[in-house]
């Protein structure tokens, strides 16, 4: 890799190809402007050199490329619908160990609204070598059983999303939790969502629990209780995207449409993002009603999801 300038000793990570760059500079672009003051360094991450426009380079945006997509490529990782550059993150620990204490990825799809980032990546991992949120699939059941887990034979039950991942570089290496990933992998596990699954299946529900609200997984599902829970850092995983010009949805709001609107139209690679495959029609009424029907039967455990943490920094260990 190509070392950064800076002192600091926290990076923010992203892993993409060409096909995201846009999105995750669209990313990297909030996260520089919205986060005061900032304390550490922002990377895109990848196996190429991406080009990272002057304006976006003078707020400290860099790529570091990584010579590993070989060695990556060898193991013969799950891609049904994951491209290979996001196994990166996994060997990012080991890779950037003699550069930096904590490591905070975002998927390439997330949207920041809090300023105060930098105190996350001080949060408490008490015995722990990472942090994330709980996944969506446990938001309305923290103990709903898990087809990973439940393949293995595991007792285990929470069970993170790994589109916000904070890792210490230091306790992940000295775990060798990217080991027994592979260990985990070449043994035939089936994997219900690649990495993510390495993850849990390695760490066995021993990690450090976020708020929800930094990782928040409800943006087009319940716009209302979004709104209410008042999130730190969007994660609009699934479909649709707020990108998407064939349907500019309206169940996310017009400012965050606006947003990667005006972004994308200043890069060259708009075109990708015009006729993806989340493509689609607005929802019908009988759609709309169903959601808001949906939102008032979730309102329950939306209530017990936010009081699992007393503030936004409170991690349950």
């Not at 426009?53 to 570091?64: E, K, M, Y």
């Not at 930094?214 to 087009?220: E, G, L, V």
Request: charged share 20%; hydrophobic share 45%.
């Amino acid at each position: 890799m190509d070392n950064p300038s800076s002192t600091m000793r926290k990076a923010l990570v992203y892993t993409v190809d060409e096909r995201e760059r846009a999105i995750a500079l669209f990313s990297a672009w909030k996260v520089a402007t919205v986060a005061k003051p900032r304390d550490f360094d922002i990377l895109i991450c990848s196996f190429e050199p991406l080009a990272i426009p002057a304006h976006l380079s003078a707020l400290g945006i860099r790529n570091v490329v990584f010579d590993l997509h070989d060695k990556i490529s060898a193991e013969n990782l799950p891609q049904i619908w994951l491209p290979l550059i996001t196994y990166l993150r996994l060997w990012l620990p080991d890779a950037l160990r003699l550069r930096y204490d904590r490591l905070l990825y975002l998927d390439a799809d997330t949207y920041l609204v809090s300023p105060d980032l930098s105190h996350l990546f001080e949060v408490d991992l008490g015995p722990h070598a990472l942090a994330a949120a709980l996944d969506k699939m446990q938001w309305e059941n923290p103990n709903r059983p898990i087809l990973d887990f439940a393949a293995q034979g595991m007792n285990v039950r929470r069970y993170l999303n790994a589109g916000v991942c904070l890792f210490d570089v230091e306790g992940y290496n000295a775990l060798n939790l990217l080991g027994q990933m592979l260990e985990i992998h070449r043994a035939g596990a089936k994997l219900q969502h690649h990495d993510q699954s390495l993850i849990n299946l390695a760490t066995k529900g021993h990690w450090a629990e976020l708020s929800p609200r930094w990782n928040w997984q409800w943006t087009s599902r319940f716009p209302g209780l979004t709104e209410r829970a008042d999130p730190l850092l969007h994660h609009f995983g699934g479909a649709p995207k707020p990108w998407d010009a064939a349907r500019r949805p309206t169940n996310f709001s017009g400012p965050i449409v606006e947003e990667y609107a005006t972004f994308l139209s200043l890069e060259d690679s708009i075109h990708r993002f015009e006729t993806n495959h989340y493509g689609g029609l607005r929802p019908s009424i009988p759609a709309q009603i169903k959601g808001l029907v949906d939102s008032a039967l979730a309102y329950r455990h939306f209530r017990k999801l936010l009081k699992r943490h007393t503030d936004a920094f409170e991690t349950r260990l």
